[in-house]
């Protein structure tokens, strides 16, 4: 970066000068970086050379272009670009706002009309077709003055149970000539396991970013749901990829019919739901969830295709802008208004957020009913303003607080990294004894256990180190919506809870559910029992400091002892507890239902000095065995 000097003349510059210099430098850092943090994250549009006009592209919602397609030779050239017009349009708008243009070279069917890999097959496999094709693309790159090149080579197939390595040698190539000249390398892939088995992880070094399509699932509700996106993401960064590398792809159209979003909403269709007269779709809901997920977990989103969205208030690339810019900025919790990350929502940073300050984000008080948290962080839920009233903790997403009796009763928050907690997590398969089901290949890795009918039952050990309430958490895929689990003791009784499995669009398209229990300590069994079939398992968590909750000053807080109290409050060394007759052991807890001090009050006396001078400044709350009152302090 050039900088100009600045001429002081003959006198040496003053101490208030040199300190605005200062200051000043420091506010054009900060505002740079967080333009640096905004354009990290993706929106990807790709627009083909057949449909649409590039005077109809909004450039201030994108940051990529991908013209779509040129179309290789299977001896390593490029057929003439179609409709040059539109993409030396696209070039000079795109560019006047800051957007990068591409090429996407390839497509589903190679212009033959079938799925067809065969010329990339053939050019991939032999070293002089390799450098032609290399060669190629950099011509049409340097002659439309385009920011680099997306390889939309589609299935490239495992050689042997291996990756294909002709691909890898073909993206290694064309990534050393793309970025020696300051030109960018994307490629498209598929969104399934099974389809992109072809494909290396060395190639993850290569690319700038993957285009991660995940979306034609099947032809009906597994076309592109929510999992479908979330498991494509999982599996891409389990095998190595990075998050910032991580495009999740959603589709601008429907399945079964083809029509594009546009022709949908013109015949009817509710810009919010995901069906309509027999077609499957993403809505505004949809859209919007699968944007905080890229924003929270992955890269950015990526569009097929930008001209199938509408003008005005219900565009979903509106939408999905709207979301990337979310108050808050890419927090490490999501808040969101209705279940499955459905209706408005809003990103917080760690903090604390009384109802006010939720309000102020646009968070309405009791309105919120799903949420997702970022690894390696928690959010404290409660139940009214200020910190007060029943508590749910959370360290990972849940698509539905309704099943945690927290729906609709959110008033203020505290977001924080994560608690050293006890937790485990049990693979489906190591099951102690079983009945009726069997073992696959996962998707996800590993095995998972599948041919789950009603009835049939798993059992496992598991060593709880305390008493109390745990989150359970279940990695479940069906096609179906009438699955249900039931969790239990080994022998039926007693029953812990259950969850219905919700439709996740196939047998490998996962999503985490879960619900709150409550476990005595020690080596014990618990067994899932199927009350209806049709799903699959691939893992279960169990995770003492995720979902325990403590009733806070509620109607739970019946009183055996009205009277009992606690002063002063705030205190800095002593807390005095006051009641009448034996108010048995007392707990405190942190502010995520950790027990951090314990002790008994004795029946001699009718109140009790409790030392809190070890516990660090912040609030607490103080249960009592007998009383089950709880309080809320203050440790100053």
Request: hydrophobic share 35%; proline share 4%.
């Amino acid at each position: 970066m050039k900088t100009n000097s600045i001429k002081w003349g003959h006198q040496p510059p003053s101490p208030q000068s040199i300190i605005w210099k200062h200051i000043t430098f420091l506010l054009f850092l900060f505002v740079f970086m967080s333009m640096a943090t905004v354009h990290a994250q993706k929106i990807v549009g790709y627009t083909p050379s057949w449909l649409g006009s590039a005077n109809d592209i909004d450039y201030d919602r994108l940051t990529h272009i991908n013209y779509a397609f040129a179309l290789p030779t299977a001896s390593g050239g490029l057929q003439a670009i179609e409709n040059p017009a539109k993409l030396q349009s696209l070039v000079s708008q795109g560019h006047a706002k800051g957007v990068k243009v591409l090429i996407a070279i390839g497509g589903w069917d190679l212009g033959d009309g079938g799925g067809n890999d065969g010329r990339f097959n053939t050019l991939a496999a032999s070293a002089s077709s390799r450098n032609n094709f290399v060669n190629n693309v950099l011509s049409v790159i340097n002659q439309y003055n385009l920011d680099g090149a997306d390889i939309d080579w589609e299935f490239p197939e495992p050689v042997n149970g291996a990756p294909d390595n002709n691909f890898t040698l073909l993206m290694g190539q064309l990534s050393t000539a793309l970025h020696n000249q300051g030109k960018l390398l994307t490629a498209a892939v598929n969104g399934s396991a099974w389809a992109a088995d072809g494909i290396s992880s060395q190639v993850f070094g290569y690319v700038d970013f993957l285009n991660i399509m995940a979306y034609d699932g099947d032809a009906g509700a597994g076309h592109s749901p929510y999992s479908y996106a979330e498991s494509a993401l999982n599996y891409y960064k389990g095998r190595g990829l990075p998050a910032a590398k991580a495009v999740i792809g959603v589709p601008f159209y429907a399945r079964p019919s083809w029509k594009g979003y546009n022709t949908l909403i013109a015949e009817g269709a509710d810009p919010y739901s995901d069906y309509f007269n027999g077609d499957y779709y993403n809505g505004i809901n949809t859209i919007k969830a699968k944007t905080a997920l890229a924003k929270s977990q992955g890269g950015g989103i990526m569009i097929w295709t930008l001209d199938h969205d509408v003008q005005g208030q219900y565009a979903l690339l509106k939408a999905i802008k709207d979301e990337m810019g979310t108050t808050g900025g890419s927090g490490v919790v999501t808040l969101f208004q209705h279940c499955d990350y459905g209706g408005y929502s809003a990103s917080l940073n760690t903090g604390s957020y009384t109802l006010g300050q939720l309000q102020a984000l646009g968070v309405a008080n009791d309105d919120i009913s799903s949420l997702q948290v970022q690894n390696g962080y928690q959010i404290t839920m409660y139940q009214h303003d200020n910190f007060t009233g029943n508590v749910l903790v959370k360290t990972s997403n849940d698509n539905c607080l309704v099943n945690e009796e927290f729906n609709d009763d959110i008033s203020s928050v505290i977001v924080a990294q994560a608690s050293s907690g006890w937790s485990a997590t049990i693979e489906a398969e190591n099951w102690t004894v079983q009945s009726g089901t069997q073992t696959e290949a996962c998707a996800e890795g590993g095995q998972n256990v599948g041919w789950i009918d009603t009835n049939d039952w798993m059992v496992w050990d598991i060593n709880p180190p305390s008493s109390g309430t745990y989150t359970v958490e279940y990695r479940v895929a069906s096609p179906n919506s009438s699955g249900m689990i039931q969790l239990e003791k080994a022998g039926g009784s007693p029953v812990y809870g259950s969850r219905s499995v919700p439709n996740t669009g196939g047998w490998q398209n996962w999503t985490t559910i879960s619900h709150s229990i409550n476990l005595t300590a020690g080596q014990q069994q618990i067994a899932i029992k199927a009350l209806t079939g049709g799903w699959n398992i691939n893992w279960l968590k169990l995770t003492s400091s995720s979902g325990s909750r403590i009733a806070l000053e509620s109607q739970k807080s019946h009183i055996n002892h009205p009277d009992l109290r606690i002063f002063p409050n705030p205190t800095s060394d002593y807390l005095e507890v006051q009641g009448s007759a034996d108010m048995g052991r007392y707990t405190i807890y942190d502010l995520n239902g950790k027990t951090v001090s314990n002790g008994h009050n004795s029946p001699q006396e009718d109140h009790k000095k409790i030392d809190v001078r070890q516990l660090k400044a912040g609030i607490y709350f103080i249960s009592h065995s007998k009383s089950k009152k709880v309080l809320r302090f203050i440790k100053q």
